[in-house]
T-cell receptor, first 112, second 112 residues
Framework: SQTIHQWPATLVQPVGSPLSLECTVEGTSNPNLYWYRQAAGRGLQLLFYSVGIGQISSEVPQNLSASRPQDRQFILSSKKLLLSDSGFYLC???????????FGSGTRLTVV | TQLLEQSPQFLSIQEGENLTVYCNSSSVFSSLQWYRQEPGEGPVLLVTVVTGGEVKKLKRLTFQFGDARKDSSLHITAAQPGDTGLYLCAGDGSSNTGKLIFGQGTTLQVKP
């Protein structure tokens, strides 16, 4: 069966520090992968998506970057965090959009 | 730019009441999905509708896709406290990237 792992669950980082959030998918090949950010109780903002290894598309200009070093691994990074980077980060995968997304359990990032 | 507008944003009702959540757009979507999210967790897919006019039922939840595939509704009959959560609609813009456009969400609180 397919599963998605996302870690860490919570993270408190000082302003200016680096960030690395990791997401891995099991049980499927060549998934489409997505990073979303969610403000409290609100909808999801697409940050990055990837349709294959090394293929990254950015949706909004920001202080973040993403990489896909392996087929089922998706990493969200920052060199220097800003206060505005705080939020709930969600990784998701699908093979076709109308199949629906499977989301990870999310990472609550607080930049202090 | 494709947008999905959800209404209402917040809903607080008593157990046993019925409710409807709306998801509207001026754009056509090839499919539309509904997710439910609990605090601190990732959204979980409830249903996907793909055909204009389609109606799907999931126990006490009824989902409808508009004839023109621009809008959708979620109706809950005899709401229960376990229905409490954030409900998100998401539309597939029909690109091969699998990107979904999410509404801003409806927070539902069902009081016992």
């Amino acid at each position: 069966s397919q599963t998605i792992h996302q870690w860490p669950a919570t993270l408190v980082q000082p302003v200016g520090s680096p960030l690395s959030l990791e997401c891995t998918v099991e049980g499927t090949s060549n998934p489409n992968l997505y990073w979303y950010r969610q403000a409290a109780g609100r909808g999801l903002q697409l940050l990055f998506y990837s349709v294959g290894i090394g293929q990254i598309s950015s949706e909004v200009p920001q202080n973040l970057s993403a990489s896909r070093p392996q087929d089922r691994q998706f990493i969200l990074s920052s060199k220097k965090l800003l206060l505005s980077d705080s939020g709930f980060y969600l990784c998701a995968w699908t093979v076709l959009a109308n199949y629906g997304y499977t989301f990870g359990s999310g990472t609550r990032l607080t930049v202090v | 730019t494709q947008l999905l507008e959800q209404s209402p944003q917040f809903l607080s009702i008593q157990e046993g009441e019925n409710l409807t959540v709306y998801c509207n757009s001026s754009s056509v979507f090839s499919s539309l999905q509904w997710y439910r999210q609990e605090p601190g967790e990732g959204p979980v897919l409830l249903v996907t509708v793909v055909t204009g006019g389609e109606v799907k039922k999931l126990k006490r939840l009824t989902f409808q896709f508009g004839d023109a595939r621009k809008d959708s509704s979620l109706h809950i009959t005899a709401a229960q406290p376990g229905d409490t959560g954030l409900y998100l609609c998401a539309g597939d813009g029909s690109s091969n990237t699998g990107k979904l456009i999410f509404g801003q969400g409806t927070t539902l609180q069902v009081k016992p």
